[in-house]
């Protein structure tokens, strides 16, 4: 539930405030003179919101952001041409493994040990 505040209250204790928006997800209602003027909300609960009136999620994403989250899918698509997919490879490598009681699992119990 929303909680009203004045803008006189809201300065005397906006860290206060702020606080309670980012770490515990509540919302306020600044108001002068009874009249509805802003609201304090955590970021997350901002870009959620975001997200939500726009077709595509990434659109909500900070302009800084989402040319990170571009740069990386590029990246990950240039890797999986390059080597292939990861999953296969790791499965591949699962096959290759020992079997379970092998001496090689002895062995390695007994370096770690």
Known sequence: MDRTVSMAEA?????????????????FVLERRGR??????GVDEYWRLRALETPDAA???????????ERLLAQA????QQVGDPLEGLA??????????????TQVEEFQG
């Open 59 to 69: 659109s909500a994403l900070p302009p800084a952001l989402r040319q990170r989250q």
């Open 92 to 105: 591949a490598m699962l096959r290759d493994l020992p079997p379970e009681g092998d001496e090689f699992w």
């Open 36 to 41: 509805p003027l802003a609201i304090l909300l």
């Open 77 to 80: 698509q240039t890797l999986r």
């Open 11 to 27: 300065k005397s204790h906006f860290s206060e405030l702020v606080g309670r928006a980012a770490y515990h997800g509540e919302h």
